[in-house]
């Protein structure tokens, strides 16, 4: 069953890249009772730009040089959809050794 959707959405997609079909907009999620949702990458585009802008200016030699945060990241705390096991076993699948 699996195979058959992931085969009609794919042939979809090949259509649509060729131009035999048109692609047909979904209604977006998190607009009911007239609420709308920030998209969960809102806050790391700002972040991601924030430091982008931070090292320009020190690559011209306009910024101040700042020590660096001593935030830890918790892979646990973070992603509690994962197990640890799970969690572990895809630090050793990346891991840069």
Do not use: W
Not at 80 to 95: L, V
């Amino acid at each position: 069953m699996a195979t058959d959707e992931l085969s009609s959405k794919l042939s979809r997609r090949l259509q649509i890249e060729d131009g035999a079909e048109d692609p047909v907009a979904l209604d977006p999620p998190g607009h009911q009772n007239g609420s709308v949702e920030k998209p969960s990458t809102a806050n790391a585009d700002s972040e991601l730009g924030a430091k982008l802008s931070r090292r320009g200016e020190l690559n011209e030699g306009q910024g101040e040089h700042c020590q660096p945060s001593m935030k830890v990241f918790n892979p646990y705390t973070e992603f509690k959809e994962f197990s640890r096991k799970q969690i572990k076993d895809m630090e050793k699948m990346f891991k840069m050794n």
